[in-house]
């Protein structure tokens, strides 16, 4: 604790009607909704990074609402109403992200998405492709008609070998994750929300019923303290179905002529790609060994970096030379059910994570949702 604080650095700096917890997608769009529906509020985000730390900036940028596999195991689990829901509550997030900041700044660009199957996928790809007319259908009056075809001509058009079947879903778009995440901030700032970088906070107390914030920069006091710190969220609140999940990523150097363009589903989703600038970016592979990449450690390993790479020699850019220009790592939240978790632990203390590795289309909705159940309390 600082106890060499001046007076004013006190009683200026420490004291807010709201105090958010981590300054990732969710917790932007929480502070921002809070302040544009009640604009005399005083709030403040407490991030412990230079830069937000967990998913946000880490991400792959793509602007999904599901691959056909992952809406069949989806609707097995929660059933046909919960799953237009849950399209719903990601094709509007989408909306709403984009309303506030425009396409323009965040490179929003539907190229369209592809789910792609391999000679030993066949039994999945027939599965999917039976379900193409039932998806089009559930989701034609929330988004538009004919979501998804077969188009085979990809596999040849983009160059990919060991792919036996695509489905093209011309809705789905990708954004510059970089831009997204900074032209937040910048909104953010603009309508008036403090942002402290480097603060991480140690815990919640309470003190005559209001809570306050331990940080090693001193106790921050608020009417209300907004939990939003996603895959670190039980060291703050324990107990909730969260689990973290790291998600390793590479770029390549640019490539000459790179003709493929998209946002692309491989291995039931377990492996992600898309263009970026003539690079390929190329996630995934935590099923390679989910012991160890449950965890909230930043890291590489050999193991699937090495998978990673021979994805890209073996099948994306079979007949193209590359080098590997960047690697990284991001920490998500996974859990039983696909639903954020949205919820007041305790009085005045409220919480919203897990956005289960879909922020980029759920996290401007899930800020907003938290935002309204603090305004309602
Ligand atoms: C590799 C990777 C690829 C992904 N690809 C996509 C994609 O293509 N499309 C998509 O929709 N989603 C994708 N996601 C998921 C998406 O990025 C997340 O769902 C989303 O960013 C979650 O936002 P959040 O605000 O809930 O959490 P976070 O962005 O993790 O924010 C939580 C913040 O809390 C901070 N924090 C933690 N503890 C404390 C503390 N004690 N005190 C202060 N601050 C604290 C952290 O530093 C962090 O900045 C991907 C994630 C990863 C990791």
Not at 46 to 62: I, V
Not at 181 to 193: E, N, T, V
Request: aromatic share 10%.
């Amino acid at each position: 604790m600082n106890n060499q604080l001046s007076y004013w650095e006190k009683t200026s700096f420490f004291n807010f009607d709201i105090i958010i917890v981590g300054s990732g997608i969710v917790g932007l769009n929480a502070a921002i909704h809070l302040k544009t529906s009640s604009p005399k509020l005083k709030i403040a985000i407490l991030e412990r990074g230079f830069l937000p730390s967990g998913a946000s900036t880490k991400n792959a940028g793509f602007a999904c609402f599901g691959s056909i596999s992952e809406l069949i195991e989806q609707e097995s689990i929660c059933g046909t109403d919960a799953l237009a829901k849950l399209i719903e509550k990601r094709w509007k997030g989408l909306l709403k992200l984009r309303g506030i900041l425009s396409d323009d700044k965040i490179d929003y660009k539907q190229l369209g998405g592809y789910e792609l199957f391999k000679a030993e996928d066949k039994i999945l790809s027939t599965d999917c492709v039976v379900k193409i007319e039932h998806y089009n259908n559930l989701i034609q009056s929330i988004i538009g008609p004919e979501a998804f075809k077969v188009n085979n001509s990809k596999i040849k058009a983009f160059g990919f070998k060991n792919i036996n079947n695509v489905i093209e879903n011309r809705f789905e778009a990708q954004i510059d994750t970089g831009k997204m995440m900074f032209a937040l901030i910048q909104y953010a700032q603009q309508q008036g929300i403090s942002i402290f970088n480097n603060c991480e906070v140690q815990e919640i107390l309470t003190d005559e019923n209001k809570p306050f914030v331990k940080t090693k920069q001193g106790n921050f006091r608020g009417e209300k303290v907004i939990v939003v710190t996603n895959a670190f969220v039980n060291n703050l609140i324990p107990g909730l179905d969260v689990t973290p999940g790291r998600g390793q990523v590479l770029v390549t150097k640019p490539i000459k002529n790179l003709k493929i363009a998209g946002t692309f589903h491989y291995d039931k989703g377990y492996y992600y790609f898309r263009n970026i600038n003539d690079r390929i970016l190329l996630g995934g592979g935590r099923n390679l060994d989910f012991k160890t990449e449950q965890t909230t450690e930043l890291g590489l390993t050999s193991k699937v970096q090495d998978a990673l790479y021979n994805l890209l020699k073996e099948v994306i850019l079979p007949e193209t030379d590359f080098e590997i220009d960047y690697q990284w790592s991001g920490i998500m939240a996974f859990g039983n059910n696909l639903e954020p978790i949205i919820t007041q632990p305790k009085p005045n203390v409220f919480c919203a994570v897990r956005c289960n590795g879909m922020g980029v289309a759920m996290g401007s909705q899930t800020g907003e949702d938290v935002a309204e159940l603090v305004l309602k309390s």
